[in-house]
Structure formats: C-alpha cells, structure tokens
C-alpha cells in the first residue's frame, strides 16, 4: 500500500508511515487530558498509534528534539517536536511498547483519511462546549 507521509509544521522534519493495513494496524485517538491540552494547545490532543517499526525519519532527523517528563501519575512521558518551529511529531508513554502515537495533524490530508478516530479518551475533562463524536468509542476512565 501506499506509505503515508507527514511532517512538522516548518517542514524540516518529514516522514513517512508504512503499513500493510491502516484499518487494522492503525488506531486514531482524540484525547481530553489536561497533558494533550497543553502540549498541543488545543482542546484536545489526536494522535495516531502505530508500530514503531512502521514510522521511518525521511528528512531533519537532526533538529528532532525530545522532552521526557511524568505524565502525572507514575508514567514517564516522552514527546517529540521540530527544535525548528516547535511543532509535535509523536509521543509515547513508558508502557506503550512498540507503539508509538504520531500526531494525527502532521500526517497529509490523504494520509489523515487512511486513519480516521476511533475513540476518545478522558471525556471526563472534556471542556464543557465540546460536544461528543457520534459514533466513537468512549473510554470510560476508571479514576474519577
Ligand atoms: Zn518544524
Ligand atoms: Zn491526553
């Protein structure tokens, strides 16, 4: 299948996704954390989690620049962004695994519909206008 392609929002940083299935092999996720909220500056966080293996740097592998912190409950956190213009590229929790979660909006249009949402999490910070998506999958957090 075809790769889907992304980068920053300079341009610096490009990459490409490769993957047999995006159905199957990708999961896109709206998050209302208040994490996601600040790092990406909006409402909420969308990224898309796929394998490791399948996310290859294609240009400015050099100006990628990394932050690590806990999350806020024990999880160490590590996202990175374009030392450039600032700009998430993807994030991923200590116990993710071999998954990585790229940033839904540096993906390309064409790319971006090869992996539409599937669900949301942390609805409980939701802000109060931002209404529900029909049709997606609602994580029910356990921690109140
Ligand atoms: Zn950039
Ligand atoms: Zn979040």
Not at 10 to 24: A, E, F, N, Q, V
Not at 55 to 84: K, M, P, W
Not at 111 to 130: H, I, N, T, Y
């Amino acid at each position: 299948m075809a790769p889907l392609p992304g980068g920053c929002y300079c341009g610096t940083i490009r990459y490409t996704i490769t993957l047999d299935d995006p159905h199957s092999q990708a999961r896109t996720s709206i998050c209302h954390c208040g994490n996601c909220k600040k790092f990406t500056g909006g409402e909420h966080g969308i990224t898309t989690k796929i394998p490791k293996s399948a996310f290859e740097i294609n240009q400015g592998r050099d100006q990628i620049r990394v932050h690590e912190a806990d999350n806020g409950s024990g999880t160490l956190l590590h996202r990175e962004f374009c030392g450039t213009c600032g700009g998430p590229l993807l994030e991923y929790g200590a116990n993710a695994g071999d998954n990585i979660y790229v940033f839904y909006g540096t993906m390309e249009d064409h790319a971006r519909a090869q992996v539409q949402p599937k669900g949301e999490f942390f609805g409980k910070l939701r802000d109060p206008w931002m209404p529900e998506i029909q049709g997606l999958f609602q994580k029910k957090e356990i921690k109140e």
